[in-house]
């Protein structure tokens, strides 16, 4: 039960990397790896800020701003300076591995008595308290947490919905749909795009901020891999709803996000080797890319 | 309304494949008037549209657009003034987005854009009221996405969105050269009562012989870059497509001269 209420809860505060994956890949049609750098950030930034002492909200939202500042660094690349997408995102990830450094100091930052927004969250039960359900049982702890993430990505995600059927949400979506009509109509695509990559950023780093306080430790290396993990998480939730309208593409990524962290989780629990799980993460990415064109040219063939 | 001065461009300059799409032109446009533009593949037609869009920046000359001047201005500066139709129906709509929201789009061309509620339901029911006019069948349709509906609906919207906010300038680039015969009848009926119901001042290449001899006031021929002839007011009234399909061959047996000319002079002399 304690695996499972963490996985769901892990699930959902990468969910909000899901989130930032999907305005980049999926709305702007813009393949960011500044990702991998960006969710590290938030959480060199949170960690950084929360050992000197800082309020939690106060440090996650400076996290979130971080990522911004880094998608925007992405955006300018490639709109400006009309630098590979791809490319802009590898420079700005590479750079971030550096500032990341010199923001924590050194390569690992550990939480141990400090009030971070998880604390605050777990302070609503006492730590000895618990729930049971048959023969399982938890902490009430652990559900505070729980809630605490569900509620935060309700708020993200409704705000992220009412954004984008605002006029400039709408615009935003239209600039990665066909720049060309956008263009026609008024709207300045790059800076359209650096606009998107900085609320991508800003929810990757939210994310970064809270994985560092729920786990207790910030990481330099702890991006590795991020992108694909939120490439993963936007595929599965696009299979599981099929429908391309915005309020279910939303809902897709974060159920993809928990179910994909689910997945790992009981990989994990039958015996697969940690060190093999990012190899598997790509060969499932691949597989679920490959999957639906690989179908379709199944079906003609048995169709004739 | 339009005033183009001695506009020149080149694309790939100093390279094998440099081409002089447009050189020297000069054309100006009255407020109203509906000038229809022809030319051979590779006359500079489209060429021109762009240079009036902001697509590119010409290289030499002036463009004003109602008075002020734009050269320099960025396209989606200029589509403050402009309303625009592209040859390929796929280009002027977003296939994921709704009838609807592609319709908002256009509602707030040239307007900044911020954080106000894109669709109200006191805005669904005008555009409702727009689409049923054209007549297509539309508007109950409203909340489809764009890609789900034929190249001919889709350039018939985006012709509505084009003149939605009733354009300083409307730009059409062969809009119905893309689509079935039948359709292609349809969006051009449409653009005639729109032009004729808004006054708008247009701007419209074709390939079509009849579309040029039987729609505008006005007409531009242009050979290689150039305004080769402009023909208006009453001698613009009687032209036929048999006389812009003689005049089409003229053009070409003068280039075919040239070249034949040029051949028998290298001949002799060098």
């Known amino acids: 039960m304690t695996l499972l209420i963490s996985s769901i809860t892990m699930g959902l505060i990468l969910s909000l990397l899901a989130l930032g994956v999907l305005i980049s890949f999926r709305i702007l049609a813009f393949r960011d790896l500044t990702v991998d750098g960006s969710i590290a950030l938030g959480g060199a930034v949170a960690a950084t800020l929360l050992s000197a002492g800082w309020n939690p909200w106060i440090a996650t939202l400076a996290a979130c701003l971080a990522g911004a500042v880094a998608g925007a660094t992405t955006g300018v690349l490639a709109t400006r300076f009309s630098i590979n997408g791809l490319l802009a995102g590898i420079l700005v990830m590479t750079a971030l591995h550096s500032v990341n450094l010199r923001v924590m100091g050194k390569s690992n930052l550990p939480l141990m008595k400090e009030t971070t927004v998880v604390t605050l969250a777990q302070s609503f039960a006492s730590a000895d308290s618990r729930w049971s359900f048959s023969r399982w049982e938890m902490p009430v702890q652990d559900a505070c947490v729980a809630v605490f993430v569900v509620i935060l990505i309700s708020v993200v995600a409704i705000g992220m919905l009412a954004f984008f059927r605002t006029n400039l949400g709408l615009a935003m979506r239209a600039t990665g749909d066909n720049d060309a009509m956008i263009r026609a109509l008024g709207v300045e695509v790059g800076w359209m795009k650096t606009f998107g990559l900085a609320l991508s950023n800003a929810l990757v780093a939210l994310s970064g901020a809270l994985l560092v306080q729920y786990q207790g430790f910030a990481d330099v290396q702890m991006g590795i891999g991020m992108v694909v993990w939120g490439f993963a998480s936007v595929i599965i939730g696009e299979s599981l709803i099929g429908s391309k309208f915005i309020g279910y593409l939303l809902a897709g990524a974060v159920m993809g996000s928990i179910l994909f962290r689910l997945l790992v989780a009981i990989a994990l629990r039958w015996g697969l080797n940690p060190n093999d799980l990012k190899l598997v993460t790509a060969a499932f990415v691949f597989s679920a890319l490959v999957m639906p064109s690989l179908m379709i040219t199944v079906k003609k063939r048995f169709a004739i | ?270």
Request: glycine share 8%.
């Open chain 2, 1 to 270: 309304m339009l005033e183009i001065e001695q506009i020149r461009k080149t694309f790939h300059p100093g390279t094998p494949n440099e081409v002089r799409a447009l050189q020297d032109v000069d054309l100006r446009i009255e407020p109203g008037s509906f000038v229809i533009v022809i030319g051979m593949n590779g006359s500079g037609k489209s060429t021109l549209l762009n240079a009036v869009a902001g697509s590119f920046f010409v290289d030499k000359g002036r463009l004003k657009l109602k008075g002020q001047e734009v050269t320099l201005w960025p396209e989606h500066r200029r589509s403050k003034f402009i309303g625009r139709v592209f040859q390929n129906p796929f280009t002027g709509t977003a296939p994921s987005m709704t009838i609807a929201e592609n319709l908002t789009l256009a509602a707030k061309r040239g307007c900044p854009r911020g954080l106000g509620w894109a669709l109200s339901s006191s805005t669904k029911s005008e555009l409702r009221e727009r689409v049923y006019a054209m007549g297509l069948g539309l508007e109950d349709r409203l909340d489809n996405a764009i890609g789900s509906l034929s190249g001919g609906q889709r350039q018939s919207l985006t012709l509505l969105m084009a003149g939605l906010l009733k354009p300083d300038l409307l730009l059409l680039d062969e809009h119905t050269a893309a689509l079935d015969p039948k359709s292609a009848d349809q969006v051009i009926r449409l653009t005639e009562e729109m032009i004729r119901r808004d006054k708008l001042t247009t701007l419209m290449v074709t390939h079509s012989m009849h579309q040029a001899a039987y729609l505008g006031d006005r007409l531009i021929m242009m050979v290689r870059g150039r305004i080769a002839c402009d023909i208006q007011g009453s001698e613009k009234q009687r032209l036929k497509p048999e006389d812009l399909l003689a005049r089409f061959e003229d053009l070409r047996r003068e280039e075919l001269l040239d070249e034949t000319a040029a051949a028998m002079l290298q001949r002799q002399y060098v």
